[in-house]
């Protein structure tokens, strides 16, 4: 799982095969926001679950997340060798006004063998 | 889809010297932020800006500045650089003001070594 201070945390798996990463956050969030970040660019959105959601699915990616112990997963099936990436959770602490600035994650490596 | 460009994509400074890091965004976001990663680890907000004039202080903002002259740019300035900011940057832009659950947009980073 990812949070903290954790070092980045690395998943290999065969292509085809499912994965699933976890992570914990720390305090109050409105959401939780999942990001996949590919070798040389910019982290880019996956998915996005709010607090009163249990699951939120889209195409071969399922997210939960369960507030009471302050954590969310992200899984992926059928996995594809593109599907390669660091993937980092993201919470908003967003307590009204004009923005709620985004907290990550450390990440999660994940390589897809095919 | 949104776009922000990022310049330089790399650079390499002397310590002390100034840098100078630009972002530009063309999806009239209000929203612009600049992030650090280092290797291994998550994003860390330096700056962000919630529009034209306006600059914040992010969680780890000591030795950075930050301009934002428009809507569409925002710069990161490092007046004597270090070492220690030796770090991939992001800048990313977020879909709209006064809503949680604000999606962001990054940029492709700009690679900064400071030797």
């Known amino acids: 799982s990812q949070w903290g201070e954790e070092n980045l945390q690395a998943l290999s798996i065969q292509e085809g095969e499912d994965v699933t990463m976890n992570c914990s956050y720390k305090?109050?969030?409105?959401?939780v926001q999942w990001y996949r970040q590919k070798s040389g660019k910019g982290p880019a959105q996956l998915i996005l679950?709010?607090?009163?959601?249990r699951e939120k699915r889209s195409g071969r990616l399922r997210a939960t997340l369960d507030t009471s112990s302050q954590s969310s997963s992200l899984s992926i099936t059928g996995t594809l060798a593109t599907d390669t990436a660091v993937y980092f959770c993201a919470t908003d602490a967003w307590t009204g006004g004009l923005s709620g600035k985004l907290t990550f994650g450390e990440g999660t490596q994940v390589t897809v063998i095919s | 889809e949104a776009a922000v460009t990022q310049s330089p994509r790399n650079k390499v400074a002397v310590t002390g010297g100034k840098v100078t890091l630009s972002c530009n965004q063309t999806n009239n976001h209000n929203n612009m932020y600049w992030y650090r990663q280092d290797t291994g680890h998550g994003l860390r907000l330096i700056h962000y800006?919630?529009?034209?004039?306006?600059?914040e202080k992010g969680d780890i903002p000591d030795g950075y500045k930050a301009s934002r002259p428009s809507q569409e740019n925002f710069s990161l300035i490092l007046e004597l650089a270090t070492p220690s900011q030796t770090s991939v940057y992001f800048c990313a832009s977020g879909e709209t003001g006064g809503a949680p659950a604000e999606t962001l947009y990054f940029g492709s980073g700009t690679r900064l070594t400071v030797l």
């Open positions: 679950i709010r607090s009163n959601e």
């Open positions: 800006s919630y529009g034209a004039g306006s600059t």
């Open positions: 305090t109050y969030t409105t959401v």
